[in-house]
């Protein structure tokens, strides 16, 4: 793969190859690669690289730094070190050509090589200037400060002075990305500001969506950061852009770290907890010179990870006891907190009142205790952006449930209530039942479905937690995109088993292939004064436009 960011084994352009092995064979495999690049850089007579290499649970992540307008030659290297050492130790019987390989790699880094756009990342950084480069465009400055050109149509002369940046806050972590987004997106819109936004869901500009789809990635970060007429940006970051090419962009003001859980684990790079967090921490780099850093004090992998940061911290919390809390406060550090059901905002001995949780609507009256916290991560990296105590308030009281769809909103249909969540790993699972527990209610039905890749311990985990709210009815979607995998109805039996062991009956148990199946079978079942739960695996956008058409309020 192509490297265009700071990642996890080094901030600089390059390739990197992943290798599962084991152990031992990455000791074995680390220092044959390394001879066999040498070995063709040096038949290209290419610049001096940087090697590096890192271990991981399933197996080694093995680069080289490379010109920014090499990185396709790059990987061909690699690729081509790769059946090289692959030969020497055995694993494969016939020996790739070192020759051939020599002369197709220097024809495609000829085509690929752009002077020009290398003289102007030169100049840039001679003027201080901030650059963003694709394989299509190259930008100077930011937002409201910036240029975009073809890298094959770079100008001759330009006035530096014209180009400068815009604040930048990035936000990654596990649960309540999208949502502390959203928080901070509308606050800063209340702010006044343009305000360009990353995410999940779109890359937009204030109202205009730009594009649909899953733009956490720095593609979806340059792409918000070259639109003209914005003032601050917010990148959501997730973990797959995040090892597929790092990092978007060298320098921002603010990184928001909200908490780290099980998600996505068992991929490469991020197969238990302290590699998700070595990747969620890359962010943080960001910053560490020029911004702050604001990270979760009940998170325990964040605050053991932050005695090696040398940066700005800032903190959030819900408990105003917290050990972390206090010593930093005491020592004149930044936090934000919930005392009593007030958002307070704490600098040293001086403390400021925010709102209180129940004035923010999607908290529910303060019941969704996550979006508390979602809310104070937003307060803490808005303020490091520029907004004012009397914005934020601002924001946090006129965010609606519409303008956080698929994230814990509530409905009233006829006189039972629906909850809808995208809820998809155990914490975040675990926070919406606290929430649907306390919502009163006549009788619970919960519809979910559960993705294959999940293990079986999970699913049964998931299955007890569902139960213990009091439910009287499940009705579970096979989701048959979601197998990953298994064979059909492989989950839904486990789901099923674990439910009849935790008490249930075999009536209070159904099976439909959609989820809105299952949705539409559950609202059958409502009465008044009942709730009905809905994990939305497959996404929420069709349900909720289900629920509209039901004149749902």
Known sequence: ?????????????????????????????????????ARILEAL?????????????????????????ALYAASEINEWAWAASAFELGELTEEPDFNEAVEAIRASAGEEANDELMWLIDEAA????????DDDFVSVGLGRGSKTWSVRE????????????VPIGIVTGTNGKTTSVRFAFHILRVAGQNVGLSS????????????????????????????????????????????????????????????????????????????????????????????RLILNAE???????????????????????NDTILSHTRNGGLAFVLVGDELVKIEGATREAICRSDEIPITLGGAARHNVANALAAAALTWCLGASLTDIRSGLITMV????????????VDGYKVLIDFAHNPAAMSALFDMARAIPAKRRALCFGQA?????DLIRELARDAWAIGLDNVIVSELAAYHRGREHGDVFGIIRDELLECGAADSQIQHFEEEMESFMAALDWARPGDLVILLALGGAAAIQEQLKAMGAK
Request: with cysteine.
């Open 1 to 37: 793969r192509r490297l265009t960011g700071p990642s996890l084994i080094f901030d600089e352009p390059g390739s990197i190859l992943d290798v599962s092995c084991t152990p031992d064979e990455a000791d074995r495999l680390i220092p044959v690669w390394a001879n066999h690049v």
């Open 45 to 69: 007579d290419w610049p001096s690289a940087r090697f590096a290499s890192l271990k991981l649970r399933g197996g080694v992540s093995l680069a080289f730094s490379a010109s920014i307008d």
């Open 126 to 133: 001679a003027h201080g200037k901030t650059l963003l480069w």
């Open 154 to 165: 770079i100008p001759d002369a330009f006035d530096w002075d014209e180009f400068h940046d």
């Open 200 to 291: 999940t869901d779109w890359i937009a500009v204030n109202d205009k969506v730009l594009d649909r789809g899953d733009w956490s990635g720095p593609g979806g970060a340059r792409a918000v950061l070259r639109e003209t007429d914005v003032d601050v940006a917010i990148l959501e970051t997730a973990r797959g852009g995040l090892l597929r090419r790092g990092l978007g962009v060298t320098r921002a003001d603010a990184a928001l770290i909200t908490n780290i859980s099980e998600d996505h684990l068992g991929d490469f790079g991020s197969e238990d907890l302290d590699e998700l967090l070595a990747v969620k921490w890359i962010v943080s780099r960001a910053v560490e010179e020029s911004g």
């Open 299 to 321: 998170d325990e992998l964040s605050r053991a990870k932050s005695h090696d940061y040398s940066g700005d911290l800032v903190w959030f919390s819900l408990d105003p006891d």
């Open 401 to 412: 449930q519409d303008e956080n769809p698929g994230r814990c909103n509530l409905y009233d």
């Open 452 to 456: 294959g890749d999940r293990t079986d």
